[in-house]
């Protein structure tokens, strides 16, 4: 099939599940050449999957050579099937470039203006960040010391930062939180290790699975993305229930821009993760 290339807007369509293909977007950073300010740039093919049983209007994301790297979030997918449609019968696939944000976890952000908000919506004053699924579940939450009181810490997990970590989302939420767990350590770009805790998030108005990633103490760092909260929320909050607090541990690291705007991003480990999920069917 011949690509035709349609990227012709801002870089503002995140997709999603990246954290399952970091492998494949580690090597294609490596390879990218093409920058945006400080930000690789790559070409992308977008094909539909009829057949996926999750869902059937799924749209992946591949690379040039054909390396599934994430999806098209599930609304934008909607709205594009008729345009996919449209070029499939011609025998064409379209391509278009992303931007590949992030460094422990790379997110990739896509240049569809099929995907842009229409000129009557709202548009967001908050600068683009890596989004793993929807950043709205994080939120100020001011009671969770008291809500972790008398939960003993639980983990059991041999860190493995090759193939275990999950990026976390809503961290420049809590940059001044960061700020002080860092304690200057990640000024230089090095990532620094910490323990944190899982803490279901009770009563979210946006998503009832969400959870929190916090200090021991119970300042909040940032949220678990939707799809591994709804993976692992029932296990957090069994043990949560038996006054015990999923405890990991997390990567913490700082990137500084050309224009001096500095970004921390936190990645929590979770091998062996497996044992969440046992513990969530009993």
Not at 49 to 75: K, M, Q, S, W
Not at 206 to 225: H, K, N, Q, R
Request: a neutral charge; one cysteine or more.
């Amino acid at each position: 099939m011949r690509a035709i290339e349609v990227g012709r807007g801002p870089f503002g369509a995140a997709i999603v599940g990246e954290s399952f293909y970091q492998d494949v977007l580690q090597q294609l950073k490596k390879a990218a050449f093409i920058t945006v300010g400080d930000v690789p740039i790559a070409s992308f093919l977008l094909a539909r999957e009829p057949e996926n049983p999750h869902d059937l209007d799924a749209i992946a994301v591949l690379t040039a050579r054909g390396d599934l790297v994430g999806y098209v979030a599930r609304e934008g997918a909607r709205r594009l099937q008729p345009i996919l449609l449209e070029h499939e019968k011609r025998k064409e696939v379209l391509s278009c470039t992303g931007k590949l944000v992030g460094d422990d976890i790379i997110g990739v952000w896509l240049n569809l203006p099929h995907l842009a908000a229409p000129p009557s919506a709202p548009q967001s004053a908050v600068e683009i960040t890596p989004a793993y699924e929807d950043h709205e579940v994080c939120r100020a939450v001011s009671n969770v010391r008291a809500l972790i009181e008398g939960h003993k810490p639980y983990g059991r997990s041999r860190p493995n930062w090759v193939a275990s970590r999950v990026a976390a989302i809503g961290e420049e939420r809590y940059a001044s939180n960061l700020e002080r767990v860092s304690k200057g350590r990640c000024e230089k770009g090095q990532r620094i290790t910490l323990k944190v805790l899982l803490v279901p998030d009770f009563g979210n108005p946006t998503d009832p699975a969400a959870v929190m990633i916090t200090t021991v103490e119970g300042d909040v760092l940032g949220y678990l993305a939707k799809p591994h909260a709804a993976r692992w929320g029932e296990g957090i909050r069994a043990f949560f229930e038996s006054n015990r607090v999923v405890c990991r541990e997390a990567g913490l690291h700082q990137r500084l821009f050309k224009s001096g705007k500095r970004t921390f991003y936190l990645a929590v480990d979770m091998t062996d993760e497996g044992w969440l999920e046992q513990t969530a069917s009993r």
